[in-house]
């Protein structure tokens, strides 16, 4: 039987309630957080590319920063196979739209509000996309950025981010956002997140990509590193503070 | 929910407060949105007006998990009468509920002011004044204390709207929330606050703790 799929035999019915709680998936190919935030001119965002098999780092390359539609960006986390059926999804809704020929184009908000409902079906369903994602994005001077959870848990703010991002990044993002950040301003603040995500979280990678959205359109960064620092004195002697411990 | 698995429901934490007095109804909810000790974000409104809105407007979020509250005035439906809708609309969902904790506050055909109080999966009930959410425990009794609602057991029924007045009510919701806020890691950022009355609905904020 299909799980999550209700039956109206009880037999079946009871196999589900004595299993207890089961999940329907869990993920294989993951990645880790994006980051999100507007500026003065519109939306950028930051995620790496690493792509990660468990704790193995898998992949080294995965771009998980889109552009949608002619307005939007779409960045995820989690599960990579999900976040690209995800892109199927929306390849067919713009494509679809686009077809009726009547100079009208999907928005960032309307591509959120689409995701809302995917998420939220899909956890109905008991079948969830493994995903949060961010969706950033400007149309008609108004710049949009929101963030959908796996159950379809959704908001809307001036920077977001995901997983681990949401503890380690979003504080220093909060600490030092403004209306009017200029470009570089905001590509700073997203490098000291990345770096900060970098040093603690275990699953992140030293290459990554930065994107913005403006009125003109999109622009995915070339994939870069930054510059590490690996000469704090606690990074040399870890144990220094706890001696007795291996 | 040994049946569906714990991951479909998340809390978001969240407080709401309603008080009906003869002539308004206030009705004020936190902004937090809040997942285990992270913050998504200090600016999720949590109150939606109803009152010219389609019935599919009445659960408007898809967070299950987070509490939703709602008010309405009493304009093409009544207050009454939404109040039923939104019990049907939670007991539809009964064998796999909406987990949201709902109070609906407006004015009653009569002009005075109502709140009715919801489970996740319909039980409903009209009442003088009421709180729902994570820092519902925390409120309660201090709306009991200040509010002293009549028995629902004596006779004849008397009315459970509050004697305060309307700028004393808001007050008091103020004053509870600010109190909340300090206990309850899931309240704070900021409180918004609906009063309704004959002459519309007027909305208000109140920044509450950011810790």
């Known amino acids: 039987m299909e799980w999550g799929a209700v039956s109206s035999e009880g037999k079946e019915v009871s196999t589900i309630l004595e299993s207890g709680s089961q999940r329907t998936l869990s993920p294989y190919v993951t990645g880790t957080s994006v980051l999100g935030l507007k500026y003065k001119d519109g939306v950028i965002m930051a995620a790496d590319m690493g792509g990660s098999y468990g704790s193995t780092l898998r992949y080294k390359s995965v771009e998980r920063i889109k552009p949608i539609g002619k307005h939007t960006l779409l960045g995820a986390s989690g599960e990579i196979s999900d976040f690209q059926e995800i892109l199927r999804y929306l390849d067919e809704l713009i494509i679809y739209d686009h077809m009726w020929d009547d100079g009208n184009s999907l928005g960032p908000k309307e591509v959120h509000n689409y995701l809302n409902r995917v998420m939220y079906n899909r956890r109905n369903k008991f079948n969830p996309l493994w995903n949060s994602l961010v969706v950033g994005g400007v149309k008609n001077g108004q710049k949009y950025l929101g963030m959908v959870g796996m159950i379809g848990t959704h908001y809307e703010d001036n920077h977001v981010a995901t997983g681990f991002g949401n503890h380690l990044a979003r504080p220093i993002m909060r600490a030092e956002w403004r209306e009017d950040l200029t470009f570089e301003e905001a590509v700073k603040i997203l490098e000291k997140c990345l770096l900060v995500l970098l040093y603690r979280d275990r699953s992140a990678i030293n290459k990554f990509q930065i994107s913005k959205i403006t009125e003109e359109g999109v622009t995915i960064s070339e994939p870069y590193a930054l510059k590490t620092f690996w000469g704090f004195s606690a990074f040399q002697n870890p144990t220094k503070g706890a001696e007795g411990s291996w | ?211």
């Open chain 2, 1 to 211: 929910m040994a049946l569906r698995g714990d991951w479909v429901y998340e809390n978001n934490g969240g407080t709401c407060v309603a008080i009906a007095g003869s002539d308004y109804c206030v009705v004020a909810a936190d902004t937090r949105l809040s997942v285990g000790y992270s913050i998504y974000t200090r600016d999720y409104s949590k109150i939606c007006k109803l009152c010219d809105s389609s019935p599919l407007f009445l659960l408007p979020s898809p967070l299950t998990a987070s509490t939703i509250y709602q008010h309405q005035h009493n304009k093409q439906m009544s207050c009454p009468a939404m109040a039923r809708l939104l019990s049907n609309t939670l007991y539809y969902k009964r064998f796999f509920p909406y987990y949201t904790f709902n109070i609906l506050g407006g004015l009653d055909n009569e002009g005075k002011g109502c709140v009715y109080s919801y489970d996740a999966v319909g039980s409903y009930e009209r009442v003088g004044y009421s709180c729902q959410g994570t820092g519902g425990a925390l409120i309660m009794p201090v709306l009991d204390n200040q509010l002293k609602s009549p028995s629902p057991l004596l006779l004849p029924a008397r009315d459970a709207v509050t004697p305060l007045s309307e700028s004393e009510a808001v007050d008091l919701v103020k004053d509870v929330f600010a109190s909340a806020t300090e206990r309850d890691i899931y309240t704070g950022d900021k409180l918004e606050i609906i009063v309704v009355n004959a002459s519309g609905i007027r909305q208000e904020f109140l920044d509450l703790r950011k810790d």
